[in-house]
Structure formats: C-alpha cells, structure tokens
C-alpha cells in the first residue's frame, strides 16, 4: 500500500505564489509519472502538469509559463511551483502517482487533495 499526503495549499492573492507538495510513502520500488491535477467547483478534473522519471514536463495550455512541476525521486517527492495565480485557478489540486511497488505491480495513487483559493 502506498499513501500520498499533499501540503502547500491556501488562500493567496491574484498575482501571488504558492508551492505544492505531494510526498509518497509505502511499499515504492520506483515511480514512473508523477503529475498535478485540479477540480474546481461545479466541473471535471483535469491535469495541470505531469511529470515522467526522466525529467519530461507537460503542461495544461492553461498555466503554461506560470507553473512548474519537479520531483526528487530519492524522496519520492513531487512539487508544483505556481507563480501569477489567477482567481480562476482556484480549485481542489490532487496529486497523483503510477508507483511500482516492491512486488512490481503497478497501481494509480492519489492524494487527499489539497484547496487553492485565489481571491483579493
């Protein structure tokens, strides 16, 4: 089993920052895409980043250039930096993970979800 607690989340002024953070534990052999993904009130959830474990960053049209995701891997640690927040990034942000574990089974993690409110 494996468990994803996000932190980082908060109330923060058009314009501001903020930085996420999603830290894995459990029965981890290795990680393959670690990612960001929010839900705003009233609509689907969608991706905002993902990462690979080479490093290889996508990115949702929509935060492009304000946003960055990073890992540590020897953490198992998964970040997003969000810098010209806007109001309508206000949303729930999830973090999820494809972790392969020590059995070398593979299984889709996600975390508790963390709110983000962008608000003057």
């Known amino acids: 089993q494996v468990q994803l607690v996000e932190s980082g989340g908060g109330l923060v002024k058009p314009g501001g920052s903020l930085r996420l953070s999603c830290e894995a534990s459990g029965s981890i052999f290795s990680i393959y895409d670690m990612g960001w993904y929010r839900q705003a009130p009233g609509k689907q959830r969608d991706l905002v980043a993902i990462?690979?474990?080479?490093?290889?960053?996508t990115y949702a049209e929509a935060v492009k250039g304000r946003f960055t995701i990073s890992r540590h891997n020897a953490e198992n640690t998964v970040y997003l930096q969000m810098n010209s927040l806007q109001p309508e990034d206000t949303a729930i942000y999830y973090c999820?993970?494809?972790?392969?574990?020590?059995?070398?089974?593979?299984?889709?993690?996600w975390g508790q979800g963390t709110q983000v409110t962008v608000s003057s």
């Open positions: 999820s993970m494809y972790v392969t574990h020590t059995s070398r089974s593979s299984t889709d993690y």
């Open positions: 990462i690979s474990n080479e490093g290889i960053a």
